[in-house]
């Protein structure tokens, strides 16, 4: 399984991004998809997550408001709409998944076992 993460780009404050998630591979079946962002210096923060069934999504409390993620099952791609972005989300997004193990604890860069190469989102002032 490989994941090819896309969207980001260079936009201003106040501006919206879709950031696309696509797995590939014969099969693909995971617990849980999610987004996590790293700045540089700084550790990998989570952002969202999606469960791969069920929906259920989770969202840290620093985007909450302004970024939602979503799945399209039958495209094996989650995305991560970005509103109102500011400067400090400016950062490396990856995006990740939960494939063969899952312990029910999505916001845990420990919790996936597949990661995509990033894409970077510049958010100017």
């Known amino acids: 399984v490989q994941l090819q993460a896309s969207g980001g780009g260079l936009v201003q404050a106040g501006d919206s991004l879709r950031l696309s998630c696509a797995a590939s591979g014969r099969s693909f079946s995971s617990y849980a998809m999610a987004w996590f962002r790293q700045a540089p210096g700084k550790e990998r923060d989570f952002v969202a997550a999606i469960a791969w069934s069920a929906g259920d999504t989770y969202v840290s409390d620093s985007v909450k408001g302004r970024f939602t993620i979503s799945r399209d099952l039958a495209k094996r791609t989650w995305y991560l709409q970005m509103n109102s972005l500011k400067a400090e989300d400016t950062a490396v997004y990856l995006c990740?998944?939960?494939?063969?193990?899952?312990?029910?604890?999505?916001?845990?860069?420990?919790?996936?076992?597949?990661w995509g190469q990033g894409t970077q989102v510049t958010v100017s002032s």
């Open positions: 990740a998944a939960a494939v063969g193990r899952y312990s029910g604890s999505p916001y845990s860069p420990r919790e996936y076992d597949t």
